[in-house]
């Protein structure tokens, strides 16, 4: 009795969002050095030749990778300032919900470790830029002159990134209730009641 040959399902064709996503995930675990190809294959189960169909460098996937990580984010915050009618409330919860996206952190973290690259700065600065923007628009519809606005924006992303150095070494050691109560110290700082 001859056994039937065994008919295999052929594998998803894994899109440029996929490849994209593993790269920001090795991003955020390893930093930007560990982004490689043959290491991306081997996570997601495939061979080079699937990246090839998508990208035609590591570089073009990075610079993809993080055009993505940039737009997921904005389109997050986008949708929860847009749940919030209060400004003041917006604020608060605009800090409040960025200090939960410990992935995007560590994104964020290792590029800035890599700021020095030709690849990286552009984006960084333009990431800043755009977000540094938003954010005093978000602190400017909540009743600040543009001034203030400005300066509560900058004081709330130094803080940012200085807390996300922070975290890559460790520090500050907090349990989730001090983490908590750091951030509404923060937020009553920025924007009290």
């Known amino acids: 009795m001859s056994a039937e040959p065994v008919k295999l399902e052929p594998k998803a064709r894994l899109s440029a969002a996929d490849w994209e996503h593993a790269a920001l ?19 997601l189960g495939v061979t080079k030749g699937s990246f090839y169909w998508h990208f035609a460098t590591r570089e073009a996937l990075i610079q993809s990778a993080v ?59 333009r990431i800043l830029e755009r977000r540094i923007a938003f954010v005093t628009g978000v602190f400017h519809q909540a009743g600040f002159d543009e001034t203030t606005a400005a300066n509560r924006a900058r004081l709330a992303f130094s803080a940012y990134v200085g807390f996300v150095q922070l975290a890559q070494i460790g520090q500050p050691k907090m349990s989730h209730d001090a983490f908590e109560a750091y951030i509404r ?9």
């Not at 995930?25 to 996570?43: D, F, I, K, Q, T």
């Not at 847009?82 to 964020?108: C, K, N, T, W, Y």
């Not at 110290?185 to 009641?193: N, Q, T």
């Open 67 to 125: 055009e993505r990580w940039e737009s997921e984010d904005e389109t997050f915050i986008s949708e929860v300032m847009s749940s919030v009618g209060d400004p003041r409330e917006r604020v608060r919860e605009l800090i409040r919900q960025v200090s939960l996206r410990r992935p995007s952190h560590a994104v964020f973290a290792a590029l800035l470790k890599s700021i020095d690259l030709p690849l990286i700065r552009p984006s960084i600065e």
């Open 185 to 193: 110290d923060f937020i009553e700082i920025l924007i009290p009641h």
């Open 25 to 43: 995930a090795m991003l955020a675990e390893s930093g930007l050095a560990a982004v490689a190809v043959e290491p991306l294959a081997r996570r």
